[in-house]
Antibody
Framework: EVQLVESGGGLVQPGGSLRLSCAAS????????MTWVRQAPGKGLEWVSY????????YHADSVKGRFITSRDNANNSVFLQMNSLREEDTAVYYC?????????WGQGTLVTVSS | EIVLTQSPGTLSLSPGERATLSCRAS???????VAWHQQKPGQAPRLLIY???SRATGIPDRFSGSGSGTDFTLTITRLEPEDFAVYYC?????FGQGTKVEIK
């Protein structure tokens, strides 16, 4: 069974940092690009970042560019989202999902709350 | 930048009725990367349709997608109780704002 499990969310003060992880299983991880999508409380879905299968290429939304870094460890079937200079508007559930443009499946999400 | 506009914002229907959800792109897009996702409260989204009209694995055939260019549609032929949820269209890295299908 294909499965994605996020971890690392929590409460952080504005200006702080947090590193999210997504552990993948049930498929050949190193052959798939991976994507992070977030959802602010009561709001819709917002694409955050993409990383290619090798990790050599990443793209980030303008809203997080220069603050977030996406990376992966193919040996351990994991993808990461390093979030720096966090703002209150970054408060959201962060989902990892498989694929560059067709997202399937999705992890259960991890909640990040940025508040003083 | 492509903007996806979904309508209506909320659809109030009864079980057994037909649901028709619309997604309009601000410019013509490739159908290859048009998808629909279902999200129930407290759950992660789930892929329903990809490539505008192909059902994802395990999705019942009461769900169908159609469209091309700027106009895309998700149709649920007969609503089951478990179908009441929020539906998002997606084109590449852009999502629509969602349509909530609620019980009338």
């Amino acid at each position: 069974e294909v499965q994605l499990v996020e971890s690392g969310g929590g409460l952080v003060q504005p200006g702080g940092s947090l590193r999210l992880s997504c552990a993948a299983s049930g498929f050949i991880f190193s052959t798939y690009g991976m994507t992070w999508v977030r959802q602010a409380p009561g709001k819709g879905l917002e694409w955050v970042s993409y990383i290619s299968s090798s990790g050599s290429t990443t793209y980030h939304a303008d809203s997080v560019k220069g603050r977030f870094i996406t990376s992966r460890d193919n040996a351990n079937n994991s993808v990461f989202l390093q979030m720096n200079s966090l703002r209150e508007e970054d408060t959201a559930v962060y989902y990892c999902t498989r694929g560059p443009r067709v997202f399937d499946p999705w992890g259960q999400g991890t909640l990040v709350t940025v508040s003083s | 930048e492509i903007v996806l506009t979904q309508s209506p914002g909320t659809l109030s229907l009864s079980p057994g009725e037909r649901a028709t959800l619309s997604c309009r792109a601000s410019q013509s897009v490739s159908s290859t990367y048009v998808a629909w996702h279902q999200q129930k409260p407290g759950q992660a989204p789930r892929l329903l349709i990809y490539g505008a009209s192909s059902r994802a694995t395990g999705i019942p055939d009461r769900f169908s997608g159609s469209g091309s260019g700027t106009d895309f549609t998700l149709t649920i032929t007969r609503l089951e109780p478990e179908d009441f949820a929020v539906y998002y269209c997606q084109q590449s890295w852009t999502f629509g704002q969602g349509t909530k299908v609620e019980i009338k």
